[in-house]
């Protein structure tokens, strides 16, 4: 299944993700967006399954404390670009 947006500026973020039952099992970000460092992005992915974010009370908080002590930068996308994508994700 996919969720996208327009981000500020005109650009798209994109939400992949697949279910096995009620349980997400692989989530990937796309769109017109850099991410630094590179292999980052498929541990930003497998930070939001492990931490359920679409659950979290705060999944903006969440991602933008993972981007901020991994050293991350995404350019196009903000945090909260990416919770509004991730809130009631359901399977």
């Known amino acids: ?37 590179e292999e980052g992005l498929e541990r930003l992915e497998s930070f939001l399954i492990e931490e359920n974010a679409w659950k979290a009370d705060d999944p903006e908080g969440i991602i933008a404390k993972f981007l901020l002590e991994n050293r991350f930068q995404a350019v196009g996308f903000g945090p909260s670009d990416l919770a509004y994508l991730l809130r009631g994700l359901r399977c």
């Open 1 to 37: 299944m996919e969720r996208r947006v327009r981000v500020a500026g005109g650009k798209t973020l994109a939400l992949d993700f697949e279910c096995q039952g009620e349980q997400v099992v692989r989530i990937r970000i796309s769109g017109d967006f850099f991410f630094y460092p």
